[in-house]
């Protein structure tokens, strides 16, 4: 029997701007560590910028996630334990609900990855090759915590390549039980054979000028840390 699919508009457009963004910026970031050059002259010198960049993205999703439309906010997907571990049990058993937005354990996905890349991204600044690169904020806090930071900024790559691993696992396992993230990431749009239970009433009030706002401040940041005379 044909069930009639049910759609959601989930996730607006500057959701997903910033989603393609930053999957981007993170592999120009993860790439020109690895290049010898081809195709930059100066690799190190794209994964700064490339950094600068992902601040900028995160600034601006960190203010939406507090200011924006209904699905993007951080409080409709950031279940709190007791949540999580019913969430989570009833995934083991094949019971899981769906959810028009990220599930319990997708929204703290969500967050280790914002935390991660938020670490890795601002440790950078710190950080010289005493050659071809040095941070805007390089000296602030002395050589040896820029030492410090260096190994940390080595290590939590290790962590954010994990993270994202387990982020594309996800994908594919909801892609196995029939919801395409991926598209929904394109077009905005989940189908759901019945309603999830985290449907809510979006209200799109001022939206467009709180994105604007947030655009400005993170675009600011990030042109600073762009243009700063080394």
């Known amino acids: 029997m044909q069930h009639d699919r049910k759609q959601v508009a989930v996730w607006d457009v500057f959701v997903r701007l910033f ?9 120009v970031s993860f790439y020109t560590t690895k290049t010898d050059g081809i195709p930059f002259l100066f690799p190190i010198e794209v994964h700064a910028q490339a950094g600068y960049l992902i601040i900028g993205l995160l600034i601006f ?4 996630g507090v200011l924006g439309t209904t699905y993007a906010r ?30 319990p354990l997708g929204g703290w996905m969500v967050v ?6 938020s670490f ?14 040095q941070g805007p904020l390089y000296g602030l806090l002395g050589r040896d915590i820029s030492g410090e ?16 691993g387990l982020h594309l696992v996800g994908v594919v396992v909801h892609a196995l039980q029939g919801e395409n993230l991926v598209a929904a990431m394109v077009t905005g749009i989940k189908r759901f054979t019945s309603e999830p ?12 000028l709180f994105a604007l706002g947030a655009f400005l401040v993170a675009a600011g940041i990030c042109g600073w840390l762009w243009f700063y005379p080394y």
């Open 112 to 117: 280790l990855l914002l935390l991660s890349l």
């Open 19 to 27: 989603h393609w963004c930053l999957v981007v910026a993170v592999a």
């Open 74 to 103: 951080f409080s409709t997907f950031v279940y709190g334990p007791r949540d999580t571990a019913v969430y989570t049990k009833a995934l083991f058993k094949r019971r899981a609900p769906r959810y028009a937005s990220h599930n």
């Open 197 to 208: 239970v985290d449907i809510k009433q979006t209200h799109r009030t001022k939206h467009h």
């Open 120 to 133: 890795q991204a601002v440790s950078g600044l710190f950080l010289s090759d005493d050659i071809f690169f």
């Open 149 to 164: 930071l260096a190994s940390l900024h080595a290590l939590n790559s290790d962590v954010l390549l994990i993270l994202i």
């Open 61 to 64: 999703r960190i203010i939406w």
